[in-house]
């Protein structure tokens, strides 16, 4: 009896372990299992004032010409009441409704229905189907990479529209920017919900789905890893691809003609953003297959953060420098230009040229050359969830040897020329650099801490090789 029950008990134990190290290698990929009271309350945070504070900022370029004080001194002397505020902001259309609904069917039927072509006569360019990066559960889907082709159709037309058929006006965004935040909204919040609900009752892959019990944290951050809807349609690619990035360059285009409209010329700062920011969204498009191996689509899993994020954060805030410049139309010096472009150029050679070391190192497995030499590495072991181990090498030479994002040192760079484009009068566009500055420092910890649990003292060895994150001798 004795000898019985000892033995159910090292069972026990034994499940327990097993179970344990489930979480481990689990806990090696993506979010957390368990919230704790700080992210909790951070997460309360966003979802109750997120929305408020896109609002914020296009109701104060709307109302108050992009002053963010002017508002909150209204209210706090009382010449205004919300409700002042509140009755002079456009609602929601049915045009707005039904440019929205139609754009985003438009983009999934890009995505969905029109296999890509560009890889057939673009040298170079990588798409088609290709493979992801393996899951938790070791799954590895594959994708139809096909952004570049959506976005050249897309462009296509519009430029169509406004040269030849004049269907609808360029400047038709800017005029229904406020009735499609709130469809913009709309849509974050269902497919938000959705997502939710499919990871409870009809997941896509149950292994690769993370439960921590709290409603709140699970609606955020997401329970499925790789959300799909029959054998293509994935929620993480599409959202986080199109239609928000594809729009940016719409967005710009729709300023420009409303500077024009306004004001009879586009500035030479409007025409610096447009090429600064359609550079870098014809960068993300070009190299959509390499997106597949980023931390969106490797580690996060999709919730709110990702759904309601990029149909509403990504397309409103990220486009604050063309919508204050249609409010304060700003012809830069010459040298004030050249400037803003130099530092533009030069964070996006250091962005791409940081991706490109490692996406050849990591195609050749190290046999190749960075700047004229074979790169230097730390091999480091990994398991999955289901036992099996993985090898992967960290590059310590090149680029990656001075820091270990430098990659996220370009962005920044290239962040802040968008910023610099529009003068020195307010503080609205510079939102862009100082959100993306807390972006990818808080992304490099939480990299580095999933990183280190992975790794284990192999990460160790790493970054004492590669001491510093973004600046070389300084962090």
């Known amino acids: 009896m004795a000898a019985h029950q000892e033995k159910k008990l090292a069972e026990e134990r034994k499940h327990q372990n097993i179970q344990n190290d489930t979480k481990a290698f689990q806990g090696q990929w993506g979010r957390a299992w368990e919230v704790d009271w700080f992210s909790l309350a951070s997460i309360l945070f966003l979802l109750m004032f997120a929305p408020l504070i896109v609002y914020y900022f296009i109701m104060s370029c709307a109302q108050y010409q992009c002053t963010l004080t002017d508002p909150l001194l209204d209210l706090l002397t009382g010449n205004k009441h919300l409700s002042d505020i509140w009755n002079r902001t456009p609602m929601l259309t049915s045009r707005a409704a039904g440019i929205y609904s139609l754009w985003v069917t438009f983009q999934v039927v890009l995505y969905m229905s029109i ?158 953003v447009n090429v600064l920011q359609g550079i870098y969204v014809l960068d993300f498009f070009w190299n959509e297959a390499w997106y597949l191996k980023t931390i969106d689509i490797c580690h996060d899993h999709f919730g709110w953060y990702l759904g309601w994020g990029d149909c509403v954060w990504l397309p409103y805030l990220y486009t604050l420098q063309g919508l204050y410049l249609v409010y304060h139309p700003i012809q830069l010096c010459t040298a004030h230009a050249i400037g803003v472009l130099m530092l533009g150029l030069l964070g996006y050679y250091v962005f791409r040229m940081t991706n490109h070391q490692k996406d050849l190192f990591r195609r050749t497995n190290g046999n190749c050359r960075i700047w004229g030499k074979k790169p230097e590495y730390i091999e480091c072991s990994y398991m999955s969830v289901d036992g099996t181990k993985y090898y992967s090498k960290l590059m310590t030479s090149g680029f990656w040897g001075w820091a270990r994002h430098f990659n996220y040192t370009g962005d920044l760079m290239g962040s802040l020329a968008y910023c610099l484009a529009c003068g020195f009068e307010h503080i609205l566009p510079y939102f862009y650099i100082i959100y993306m500055t807390i972006l990818l420092i808080h992304r490099c910890i939480r990299d580095e801490h999933r990183c280190c649990s992975k790794y284990g003292k192999d990460w160790k060895h790493y970054t004492t090789a590669v001491p510093y994150r973004l600046l070389p001798g300084i962090f």
């Open 115 to 272: 296999p890509d072509f560009c890889h057939k006569f673009l040298p170079g360019y990588v798409g088609g189907v290709q493979e992801g990066a393996v899951t938790p559960a070791g799954v590895v889907n594959k994708y139809e990479i096909n952004g570049l082709q959506a976005w050249i159709i897309t462009h296509m037309l519009w430029f169509a529209n406004a040269s030849c058929f004049h269907f609808f006006s360029p400047t038709i965004i800017f005029d229904n920017w406020i009735p499609l935040l709130w469809c913009a909204n709309i849509l974050g919040y269902a497919v938000s919900t959705f997502a939710m609900i499919k990871g409870y009752f009809f997941p896509t892959n149950a292994k690769d789905c993370k439960f921590t019990g709290n409603f709140f944290y699970d609606y955020m951050m997401g329970i499925e890893f790789n959300p799909r809807i029959g054998k293509w349609f994935d929620f993480k690619l599409f959202f986080n691809g199109r239609p928000g990035i594809v729009a940016w360059t719409l967005i710009n285009l729709s300023f420009a003609a409303k500077q024009q409209e306004l004001y009879g010329e586009v500035t030479n700062s409007m025409i610096l």
